[in-house]
T-cell receptor, first 113, second 113 residues
Framework: AQTVTQSQPEMSVQEAETVTLSCTYDTSESDYYLFWYKQPPSRQMILVIRQEAYKQQNATENRFSVNFQKAAKSFSLKISDSQLGDAAMYFCAYTDSNYQLIWGAGTKLIIKP | SQTIHQWPATLVQPVGSPLSLECTVEGTSNPNLYWYRQAAGRGLQLLFYSVGIGQISSEVPQNLSASRPQDRQFILSSKKLLLSDSGFYLC????????????FGPGTRLTVT
């Protein structure tokens, strides 16, 4: 069965510095998608970044980038120049041809001013 | 552009009362639709998903039900609420093809007293 593991329940970073959130997954599929979602205190779930498994190039969205290691089944999120507005729960998720998302338990990111 | 609406935003209901939460999507056709529940500080639990009108799949046995009377309308219901039904309910839609990333509504905070 597919699983997604986020081993860091909580992370903290100084404002303007860089932080990396970890995510590993387990699947026997070769074609799939991975996502990072952000959930701020408002609890609105926001898509941050998407990675297609067949693309070797790591996805980037402004200050957010991923380190996708397909063989290791690892999908970490790097946030550069952290801002106070980045404080949120971050969820890693996986989907394959079944069109359902398998979610990690989340990592709470704290930004220190 | 596509938008997703959920209402009400908050709801306080007594045990044993009925429930109806509504979700509508604009700007797309034939989306996949999802209902999730999230306990405080926890990940998302998929309750129901739908790939078309009248097509509902249930992931978790419970006293909740879902219906999709129109292409872009998804309703979560209960005949008699339990205390354990309290939580944050999120509706989401996805294109149902390609990467199938999910986009979420603002959520409904339900408190059963």
């Amino acid at each position: 069965a597919q699983t997604v593991t986020q081993s860091q329940p909580e992370m903290s970073v100084q404002e303007a510095e860089t932080v990396t959130l970890s995510c590993t997954y387990d699947t026997s599929e070769s074609d799939y998608y991975l996502f990072w979602y952000k959930q701020p205190p408002s609890r609105q779930m926001i898509l941050v970044i998407r990675q297609e498994a067949y693309k070797q190039q790591n996805a980037t969205e402004n200050r957010f980038s991923v380190n996708f290691q397909k063989a290791a089944k690892s999908f970490s999120l790097k946030i550069s120049d952290s801002q106070l507005g980045d404080a949120a729960m971050y969820f890693c998720a996986y989907t394959d041809s079944n069109y359902q998302l398998i979610w990690g338990a989340g990592t709470k990111l704290i930004i220190k001013p | 552009s596509q938008t997703i609406h959920q209402w009400p935003a908050t709801l306080v209901q007594p045990v044993g009362s009925p429930l109806s939460l509504e979700c509508t999507v604009e700007g797309t056709s034939n989306p996949n639709l999802y209902w999730y529940r999230q306990a405080a500080g926890r990940g998302l639990q998929l309750l129901f998903y739908s790939v078309g009108i009248g097509q509902i799949s249930s992931e978790v046995p419970q006293n909740l039900s879902a219906s999709r009377p129109q292409d872009r309308q998804f309703i979560l219901s209960s005949k008699k609420l339990l205390l354990s039904d309290s939580g944050f309910y999120l509706c989401a839609w996805s294109p149902g093809q390609g990467s199938n990333e999910q986009y979420f509504g603002p959520g409904t905070r339900l408190t059963v007293t």
